[in-house]
């Protein structure tokens, strides 16, 4: 169990969660050995098709065409593999979020294009599918959910509030009363919530362009009421 105290934006984080937190031992795939990268896809492609405990290091031996010996020379376990997966799917996403230029003086428009590229993200089929797995992991395996989290969601709230401190620092948005790590959080959490909900219970649904612009455009203007931006 973890020793949980909350953070500035009320999550629940341990202290070496947030000293960690946006760091991935993934975030390089290009650096990594030849061999342990043909075995990470081959557990990616493993683990979203077949979840966490059905998966085996057997198969995904088989998927990468390599030994056993090889497979454990670059992951000790399946719990190393699922973890080395959920930090190179996050680090992916979260790098085309970061690639978003701050507009000073204008940030409305960031988080609007924050907004349409995380949407972008969440639903698309790879990370629905590793959302599924997570989520239905999480009794079981409590820790690969936390890294999921840590990686992922708390990643783009980070980037969120970095665009939102040099909003505040230009006098464009008075977030002391909340502070803005915590508003960071309600606005990503207004960007995923429904859209994220209604790809999940409509699988076979692709949203089109025109709905996820419209999504963001509604947690972009329900953001602005909500704090008074003028």
Same mark, same amino acid.
């Given at each position: 169990m973890f020793d949980h105290t909350p953070? =500035?934006?009320g999550n629940c984080m341990t202290r070496n969660e947030r000293g960690a937190a946006g760091e991935s031992s993934a975030d390089n795939l290009e650096d990594m050995p030849p061999k342990a990268l043909v #075995? $990470? !896809?081959a557990a990616r492609t493993v683990f979203l098709a077949h979840g966490f405990s059905m998966a085996t290091t057997d198969m995904i031996q088989r998927e990468a065409g390599v030994s056993k010996s090889?497979?454990?020379a670059h992951y000790p376990n399946k719990e190393a593999l699922f973890v080395a997966v959920i930090e190179a799917e996050c680090a992916a996403h979260a790098s085309k979020v970061r690639a978003i230029s701050s507009q000073k003086g204008? $940030? !409305?428009a960031g988080l609007a294009a924050i907004a349409r590229a995380y949407l972008r993200i969440v639903l698309s089929t790879d990370a629905l599918s590793l959302f599924r797995v997570v989520v239905a992991?999480? /009794?079981s395996f409590p820790n690969l959910a936390r890294v999921f989290f840590l990686a992922g /969601?708390?990643?783009i709230e980070g980037v969120v509030s970095l665009h939102l401190a040099e909003a505040i620092e230009a006098g464009e948005v008075d977030l002391s009363e909340i502070g803005r790590d915590a508003a960071a959080a309600q606005f990503t959490n207004l960007v995923r919530g429904e859209p994220q909900i209604q790809c999940l219970t409509h699988p076979h649904a692709t949203p089109s362009e025109a709905q996820v612009d419209q999504w963001a455009s509604n =947690? #972009?203007?329900t953001f602005w009421? =909500?704090?008074g931006i003028a």
């Open positions: 953070d =500035a934006t #075995v $990470l !896809r090889t497979v454990y204008n $940030l !409305r992991e999480a /009794p /969601p708390h990643v =947690a #972009v203007t009421k =909500a704090y």
